[in-house]
């Protein structure tokens, strides 16, 4: 099993490398960010199973970055740990949703201790065979031959909290599938030589690809908003990031 993935946001760096050294020794594979932007863009590479938080920091700050990562029910996306120097405001943290609250001026053990408390809190309440932090580590992969549309579509389920594969050709599905076990497969229904609803169907032929949801989406209004396929979950007459984000996770809850 991989080691859990940490990634601690604090822009002083004598911090960074005291915990980071200290969590390393526990085995975790830990990743550091100065800043709110430098955490979203990590988080966009790799999603986190615990984001360690810092609230004070220049540019975006550690409550704008929560925000960012919170649905809209306003509970973050994420396990995360607040850690800061403002003490005084774990009160007020209670209502956010985030997993734990810890002074730095806490013993070193004290963290250690909180980590793997929030690590196995949220390992216990994945999804089953999914690993820790089980939405920021489900899989969607996307069939999309526009390499602007694509990028938008994978940014934004990456910040949403899944962990996203961008296919340009349906030929390498295949080996997509060999290396990887999506939750859910997006398919454009118009693509170059071939549509996605017979890619849909073709899907039938691996073994691999049994069980997996499959959404179909289209904005050019050839087909019925109501229109079934076979081997389609759902079919949505759109290809907006907010629309296919809204029809994933009406999917997999």
Do not use: W
């Amino acid at each position: 099993m991989n080691p859990a993935r940490i990634l601690l946001v604090d822009d002083e760096p004598s911090l960074c490398l005291m915990v980071g050294d200290q969590l390393r020794l526990e085995k975790y594979d830990v990743i550091t960010a100065s800043s709110g932007e430098e955490a979203l863009q990590a988080i966009r590479v790799q999603p986190p199973d615990l984001i360690i938080l810092d609230i004070s920091m220049p540019g975006m700050t550690g409550l704008a970055l929560l925000k960012k990562l919170s649905g809209p029910d306003g509970k973050p996306r994420y396990p995360i740990l607040i850690f800061t120097a403002r003490a005084n405001m774990g009160q007020f943290f209670e209502t956010t949703g985030v997993e734990g609250f810890l002074s730095k001026g806490s013993d070193p053990a004290q963290l250690t201790a909180e980590v793997k408390r929030i690590l196995l809190k949220t390992s216990h309440s994945s999804t089953p065979g999914l690993p820790p932090g089980s939405k920021a580590r489900r899989i969607v992969m996307i069939l999309e031959n526009e390499p602007l549309l694509g990028t938008r579509l994978k940014t934004s389920f990456n910040i949403a909290g899944y962990q996203t594969i961008l296919l340009s050709e349906s030929h390498a599905l295949s080996d997509a599938l060999q290396a990887h076990t999506p939750a859910v497969i997006l398919l454009k229904a118009i693509l170059p030589g071939t549509t996605g609803a017979d890619v849909a169907i073709s899907l039938a032929d691996y073994t691999t690809a049994r069980g997996i949801l499959v959404l179909l989406y289209d904005n050019s209004g050839i087909h019925r908003p109501d229109q079934s396929f076979p081997n389609v979950s759902k079919f949505v007459p759109s290809n907006t990031p907010a629309a296919l984000l809204k029809a994933v996770t009406s999917l997999l809850n």
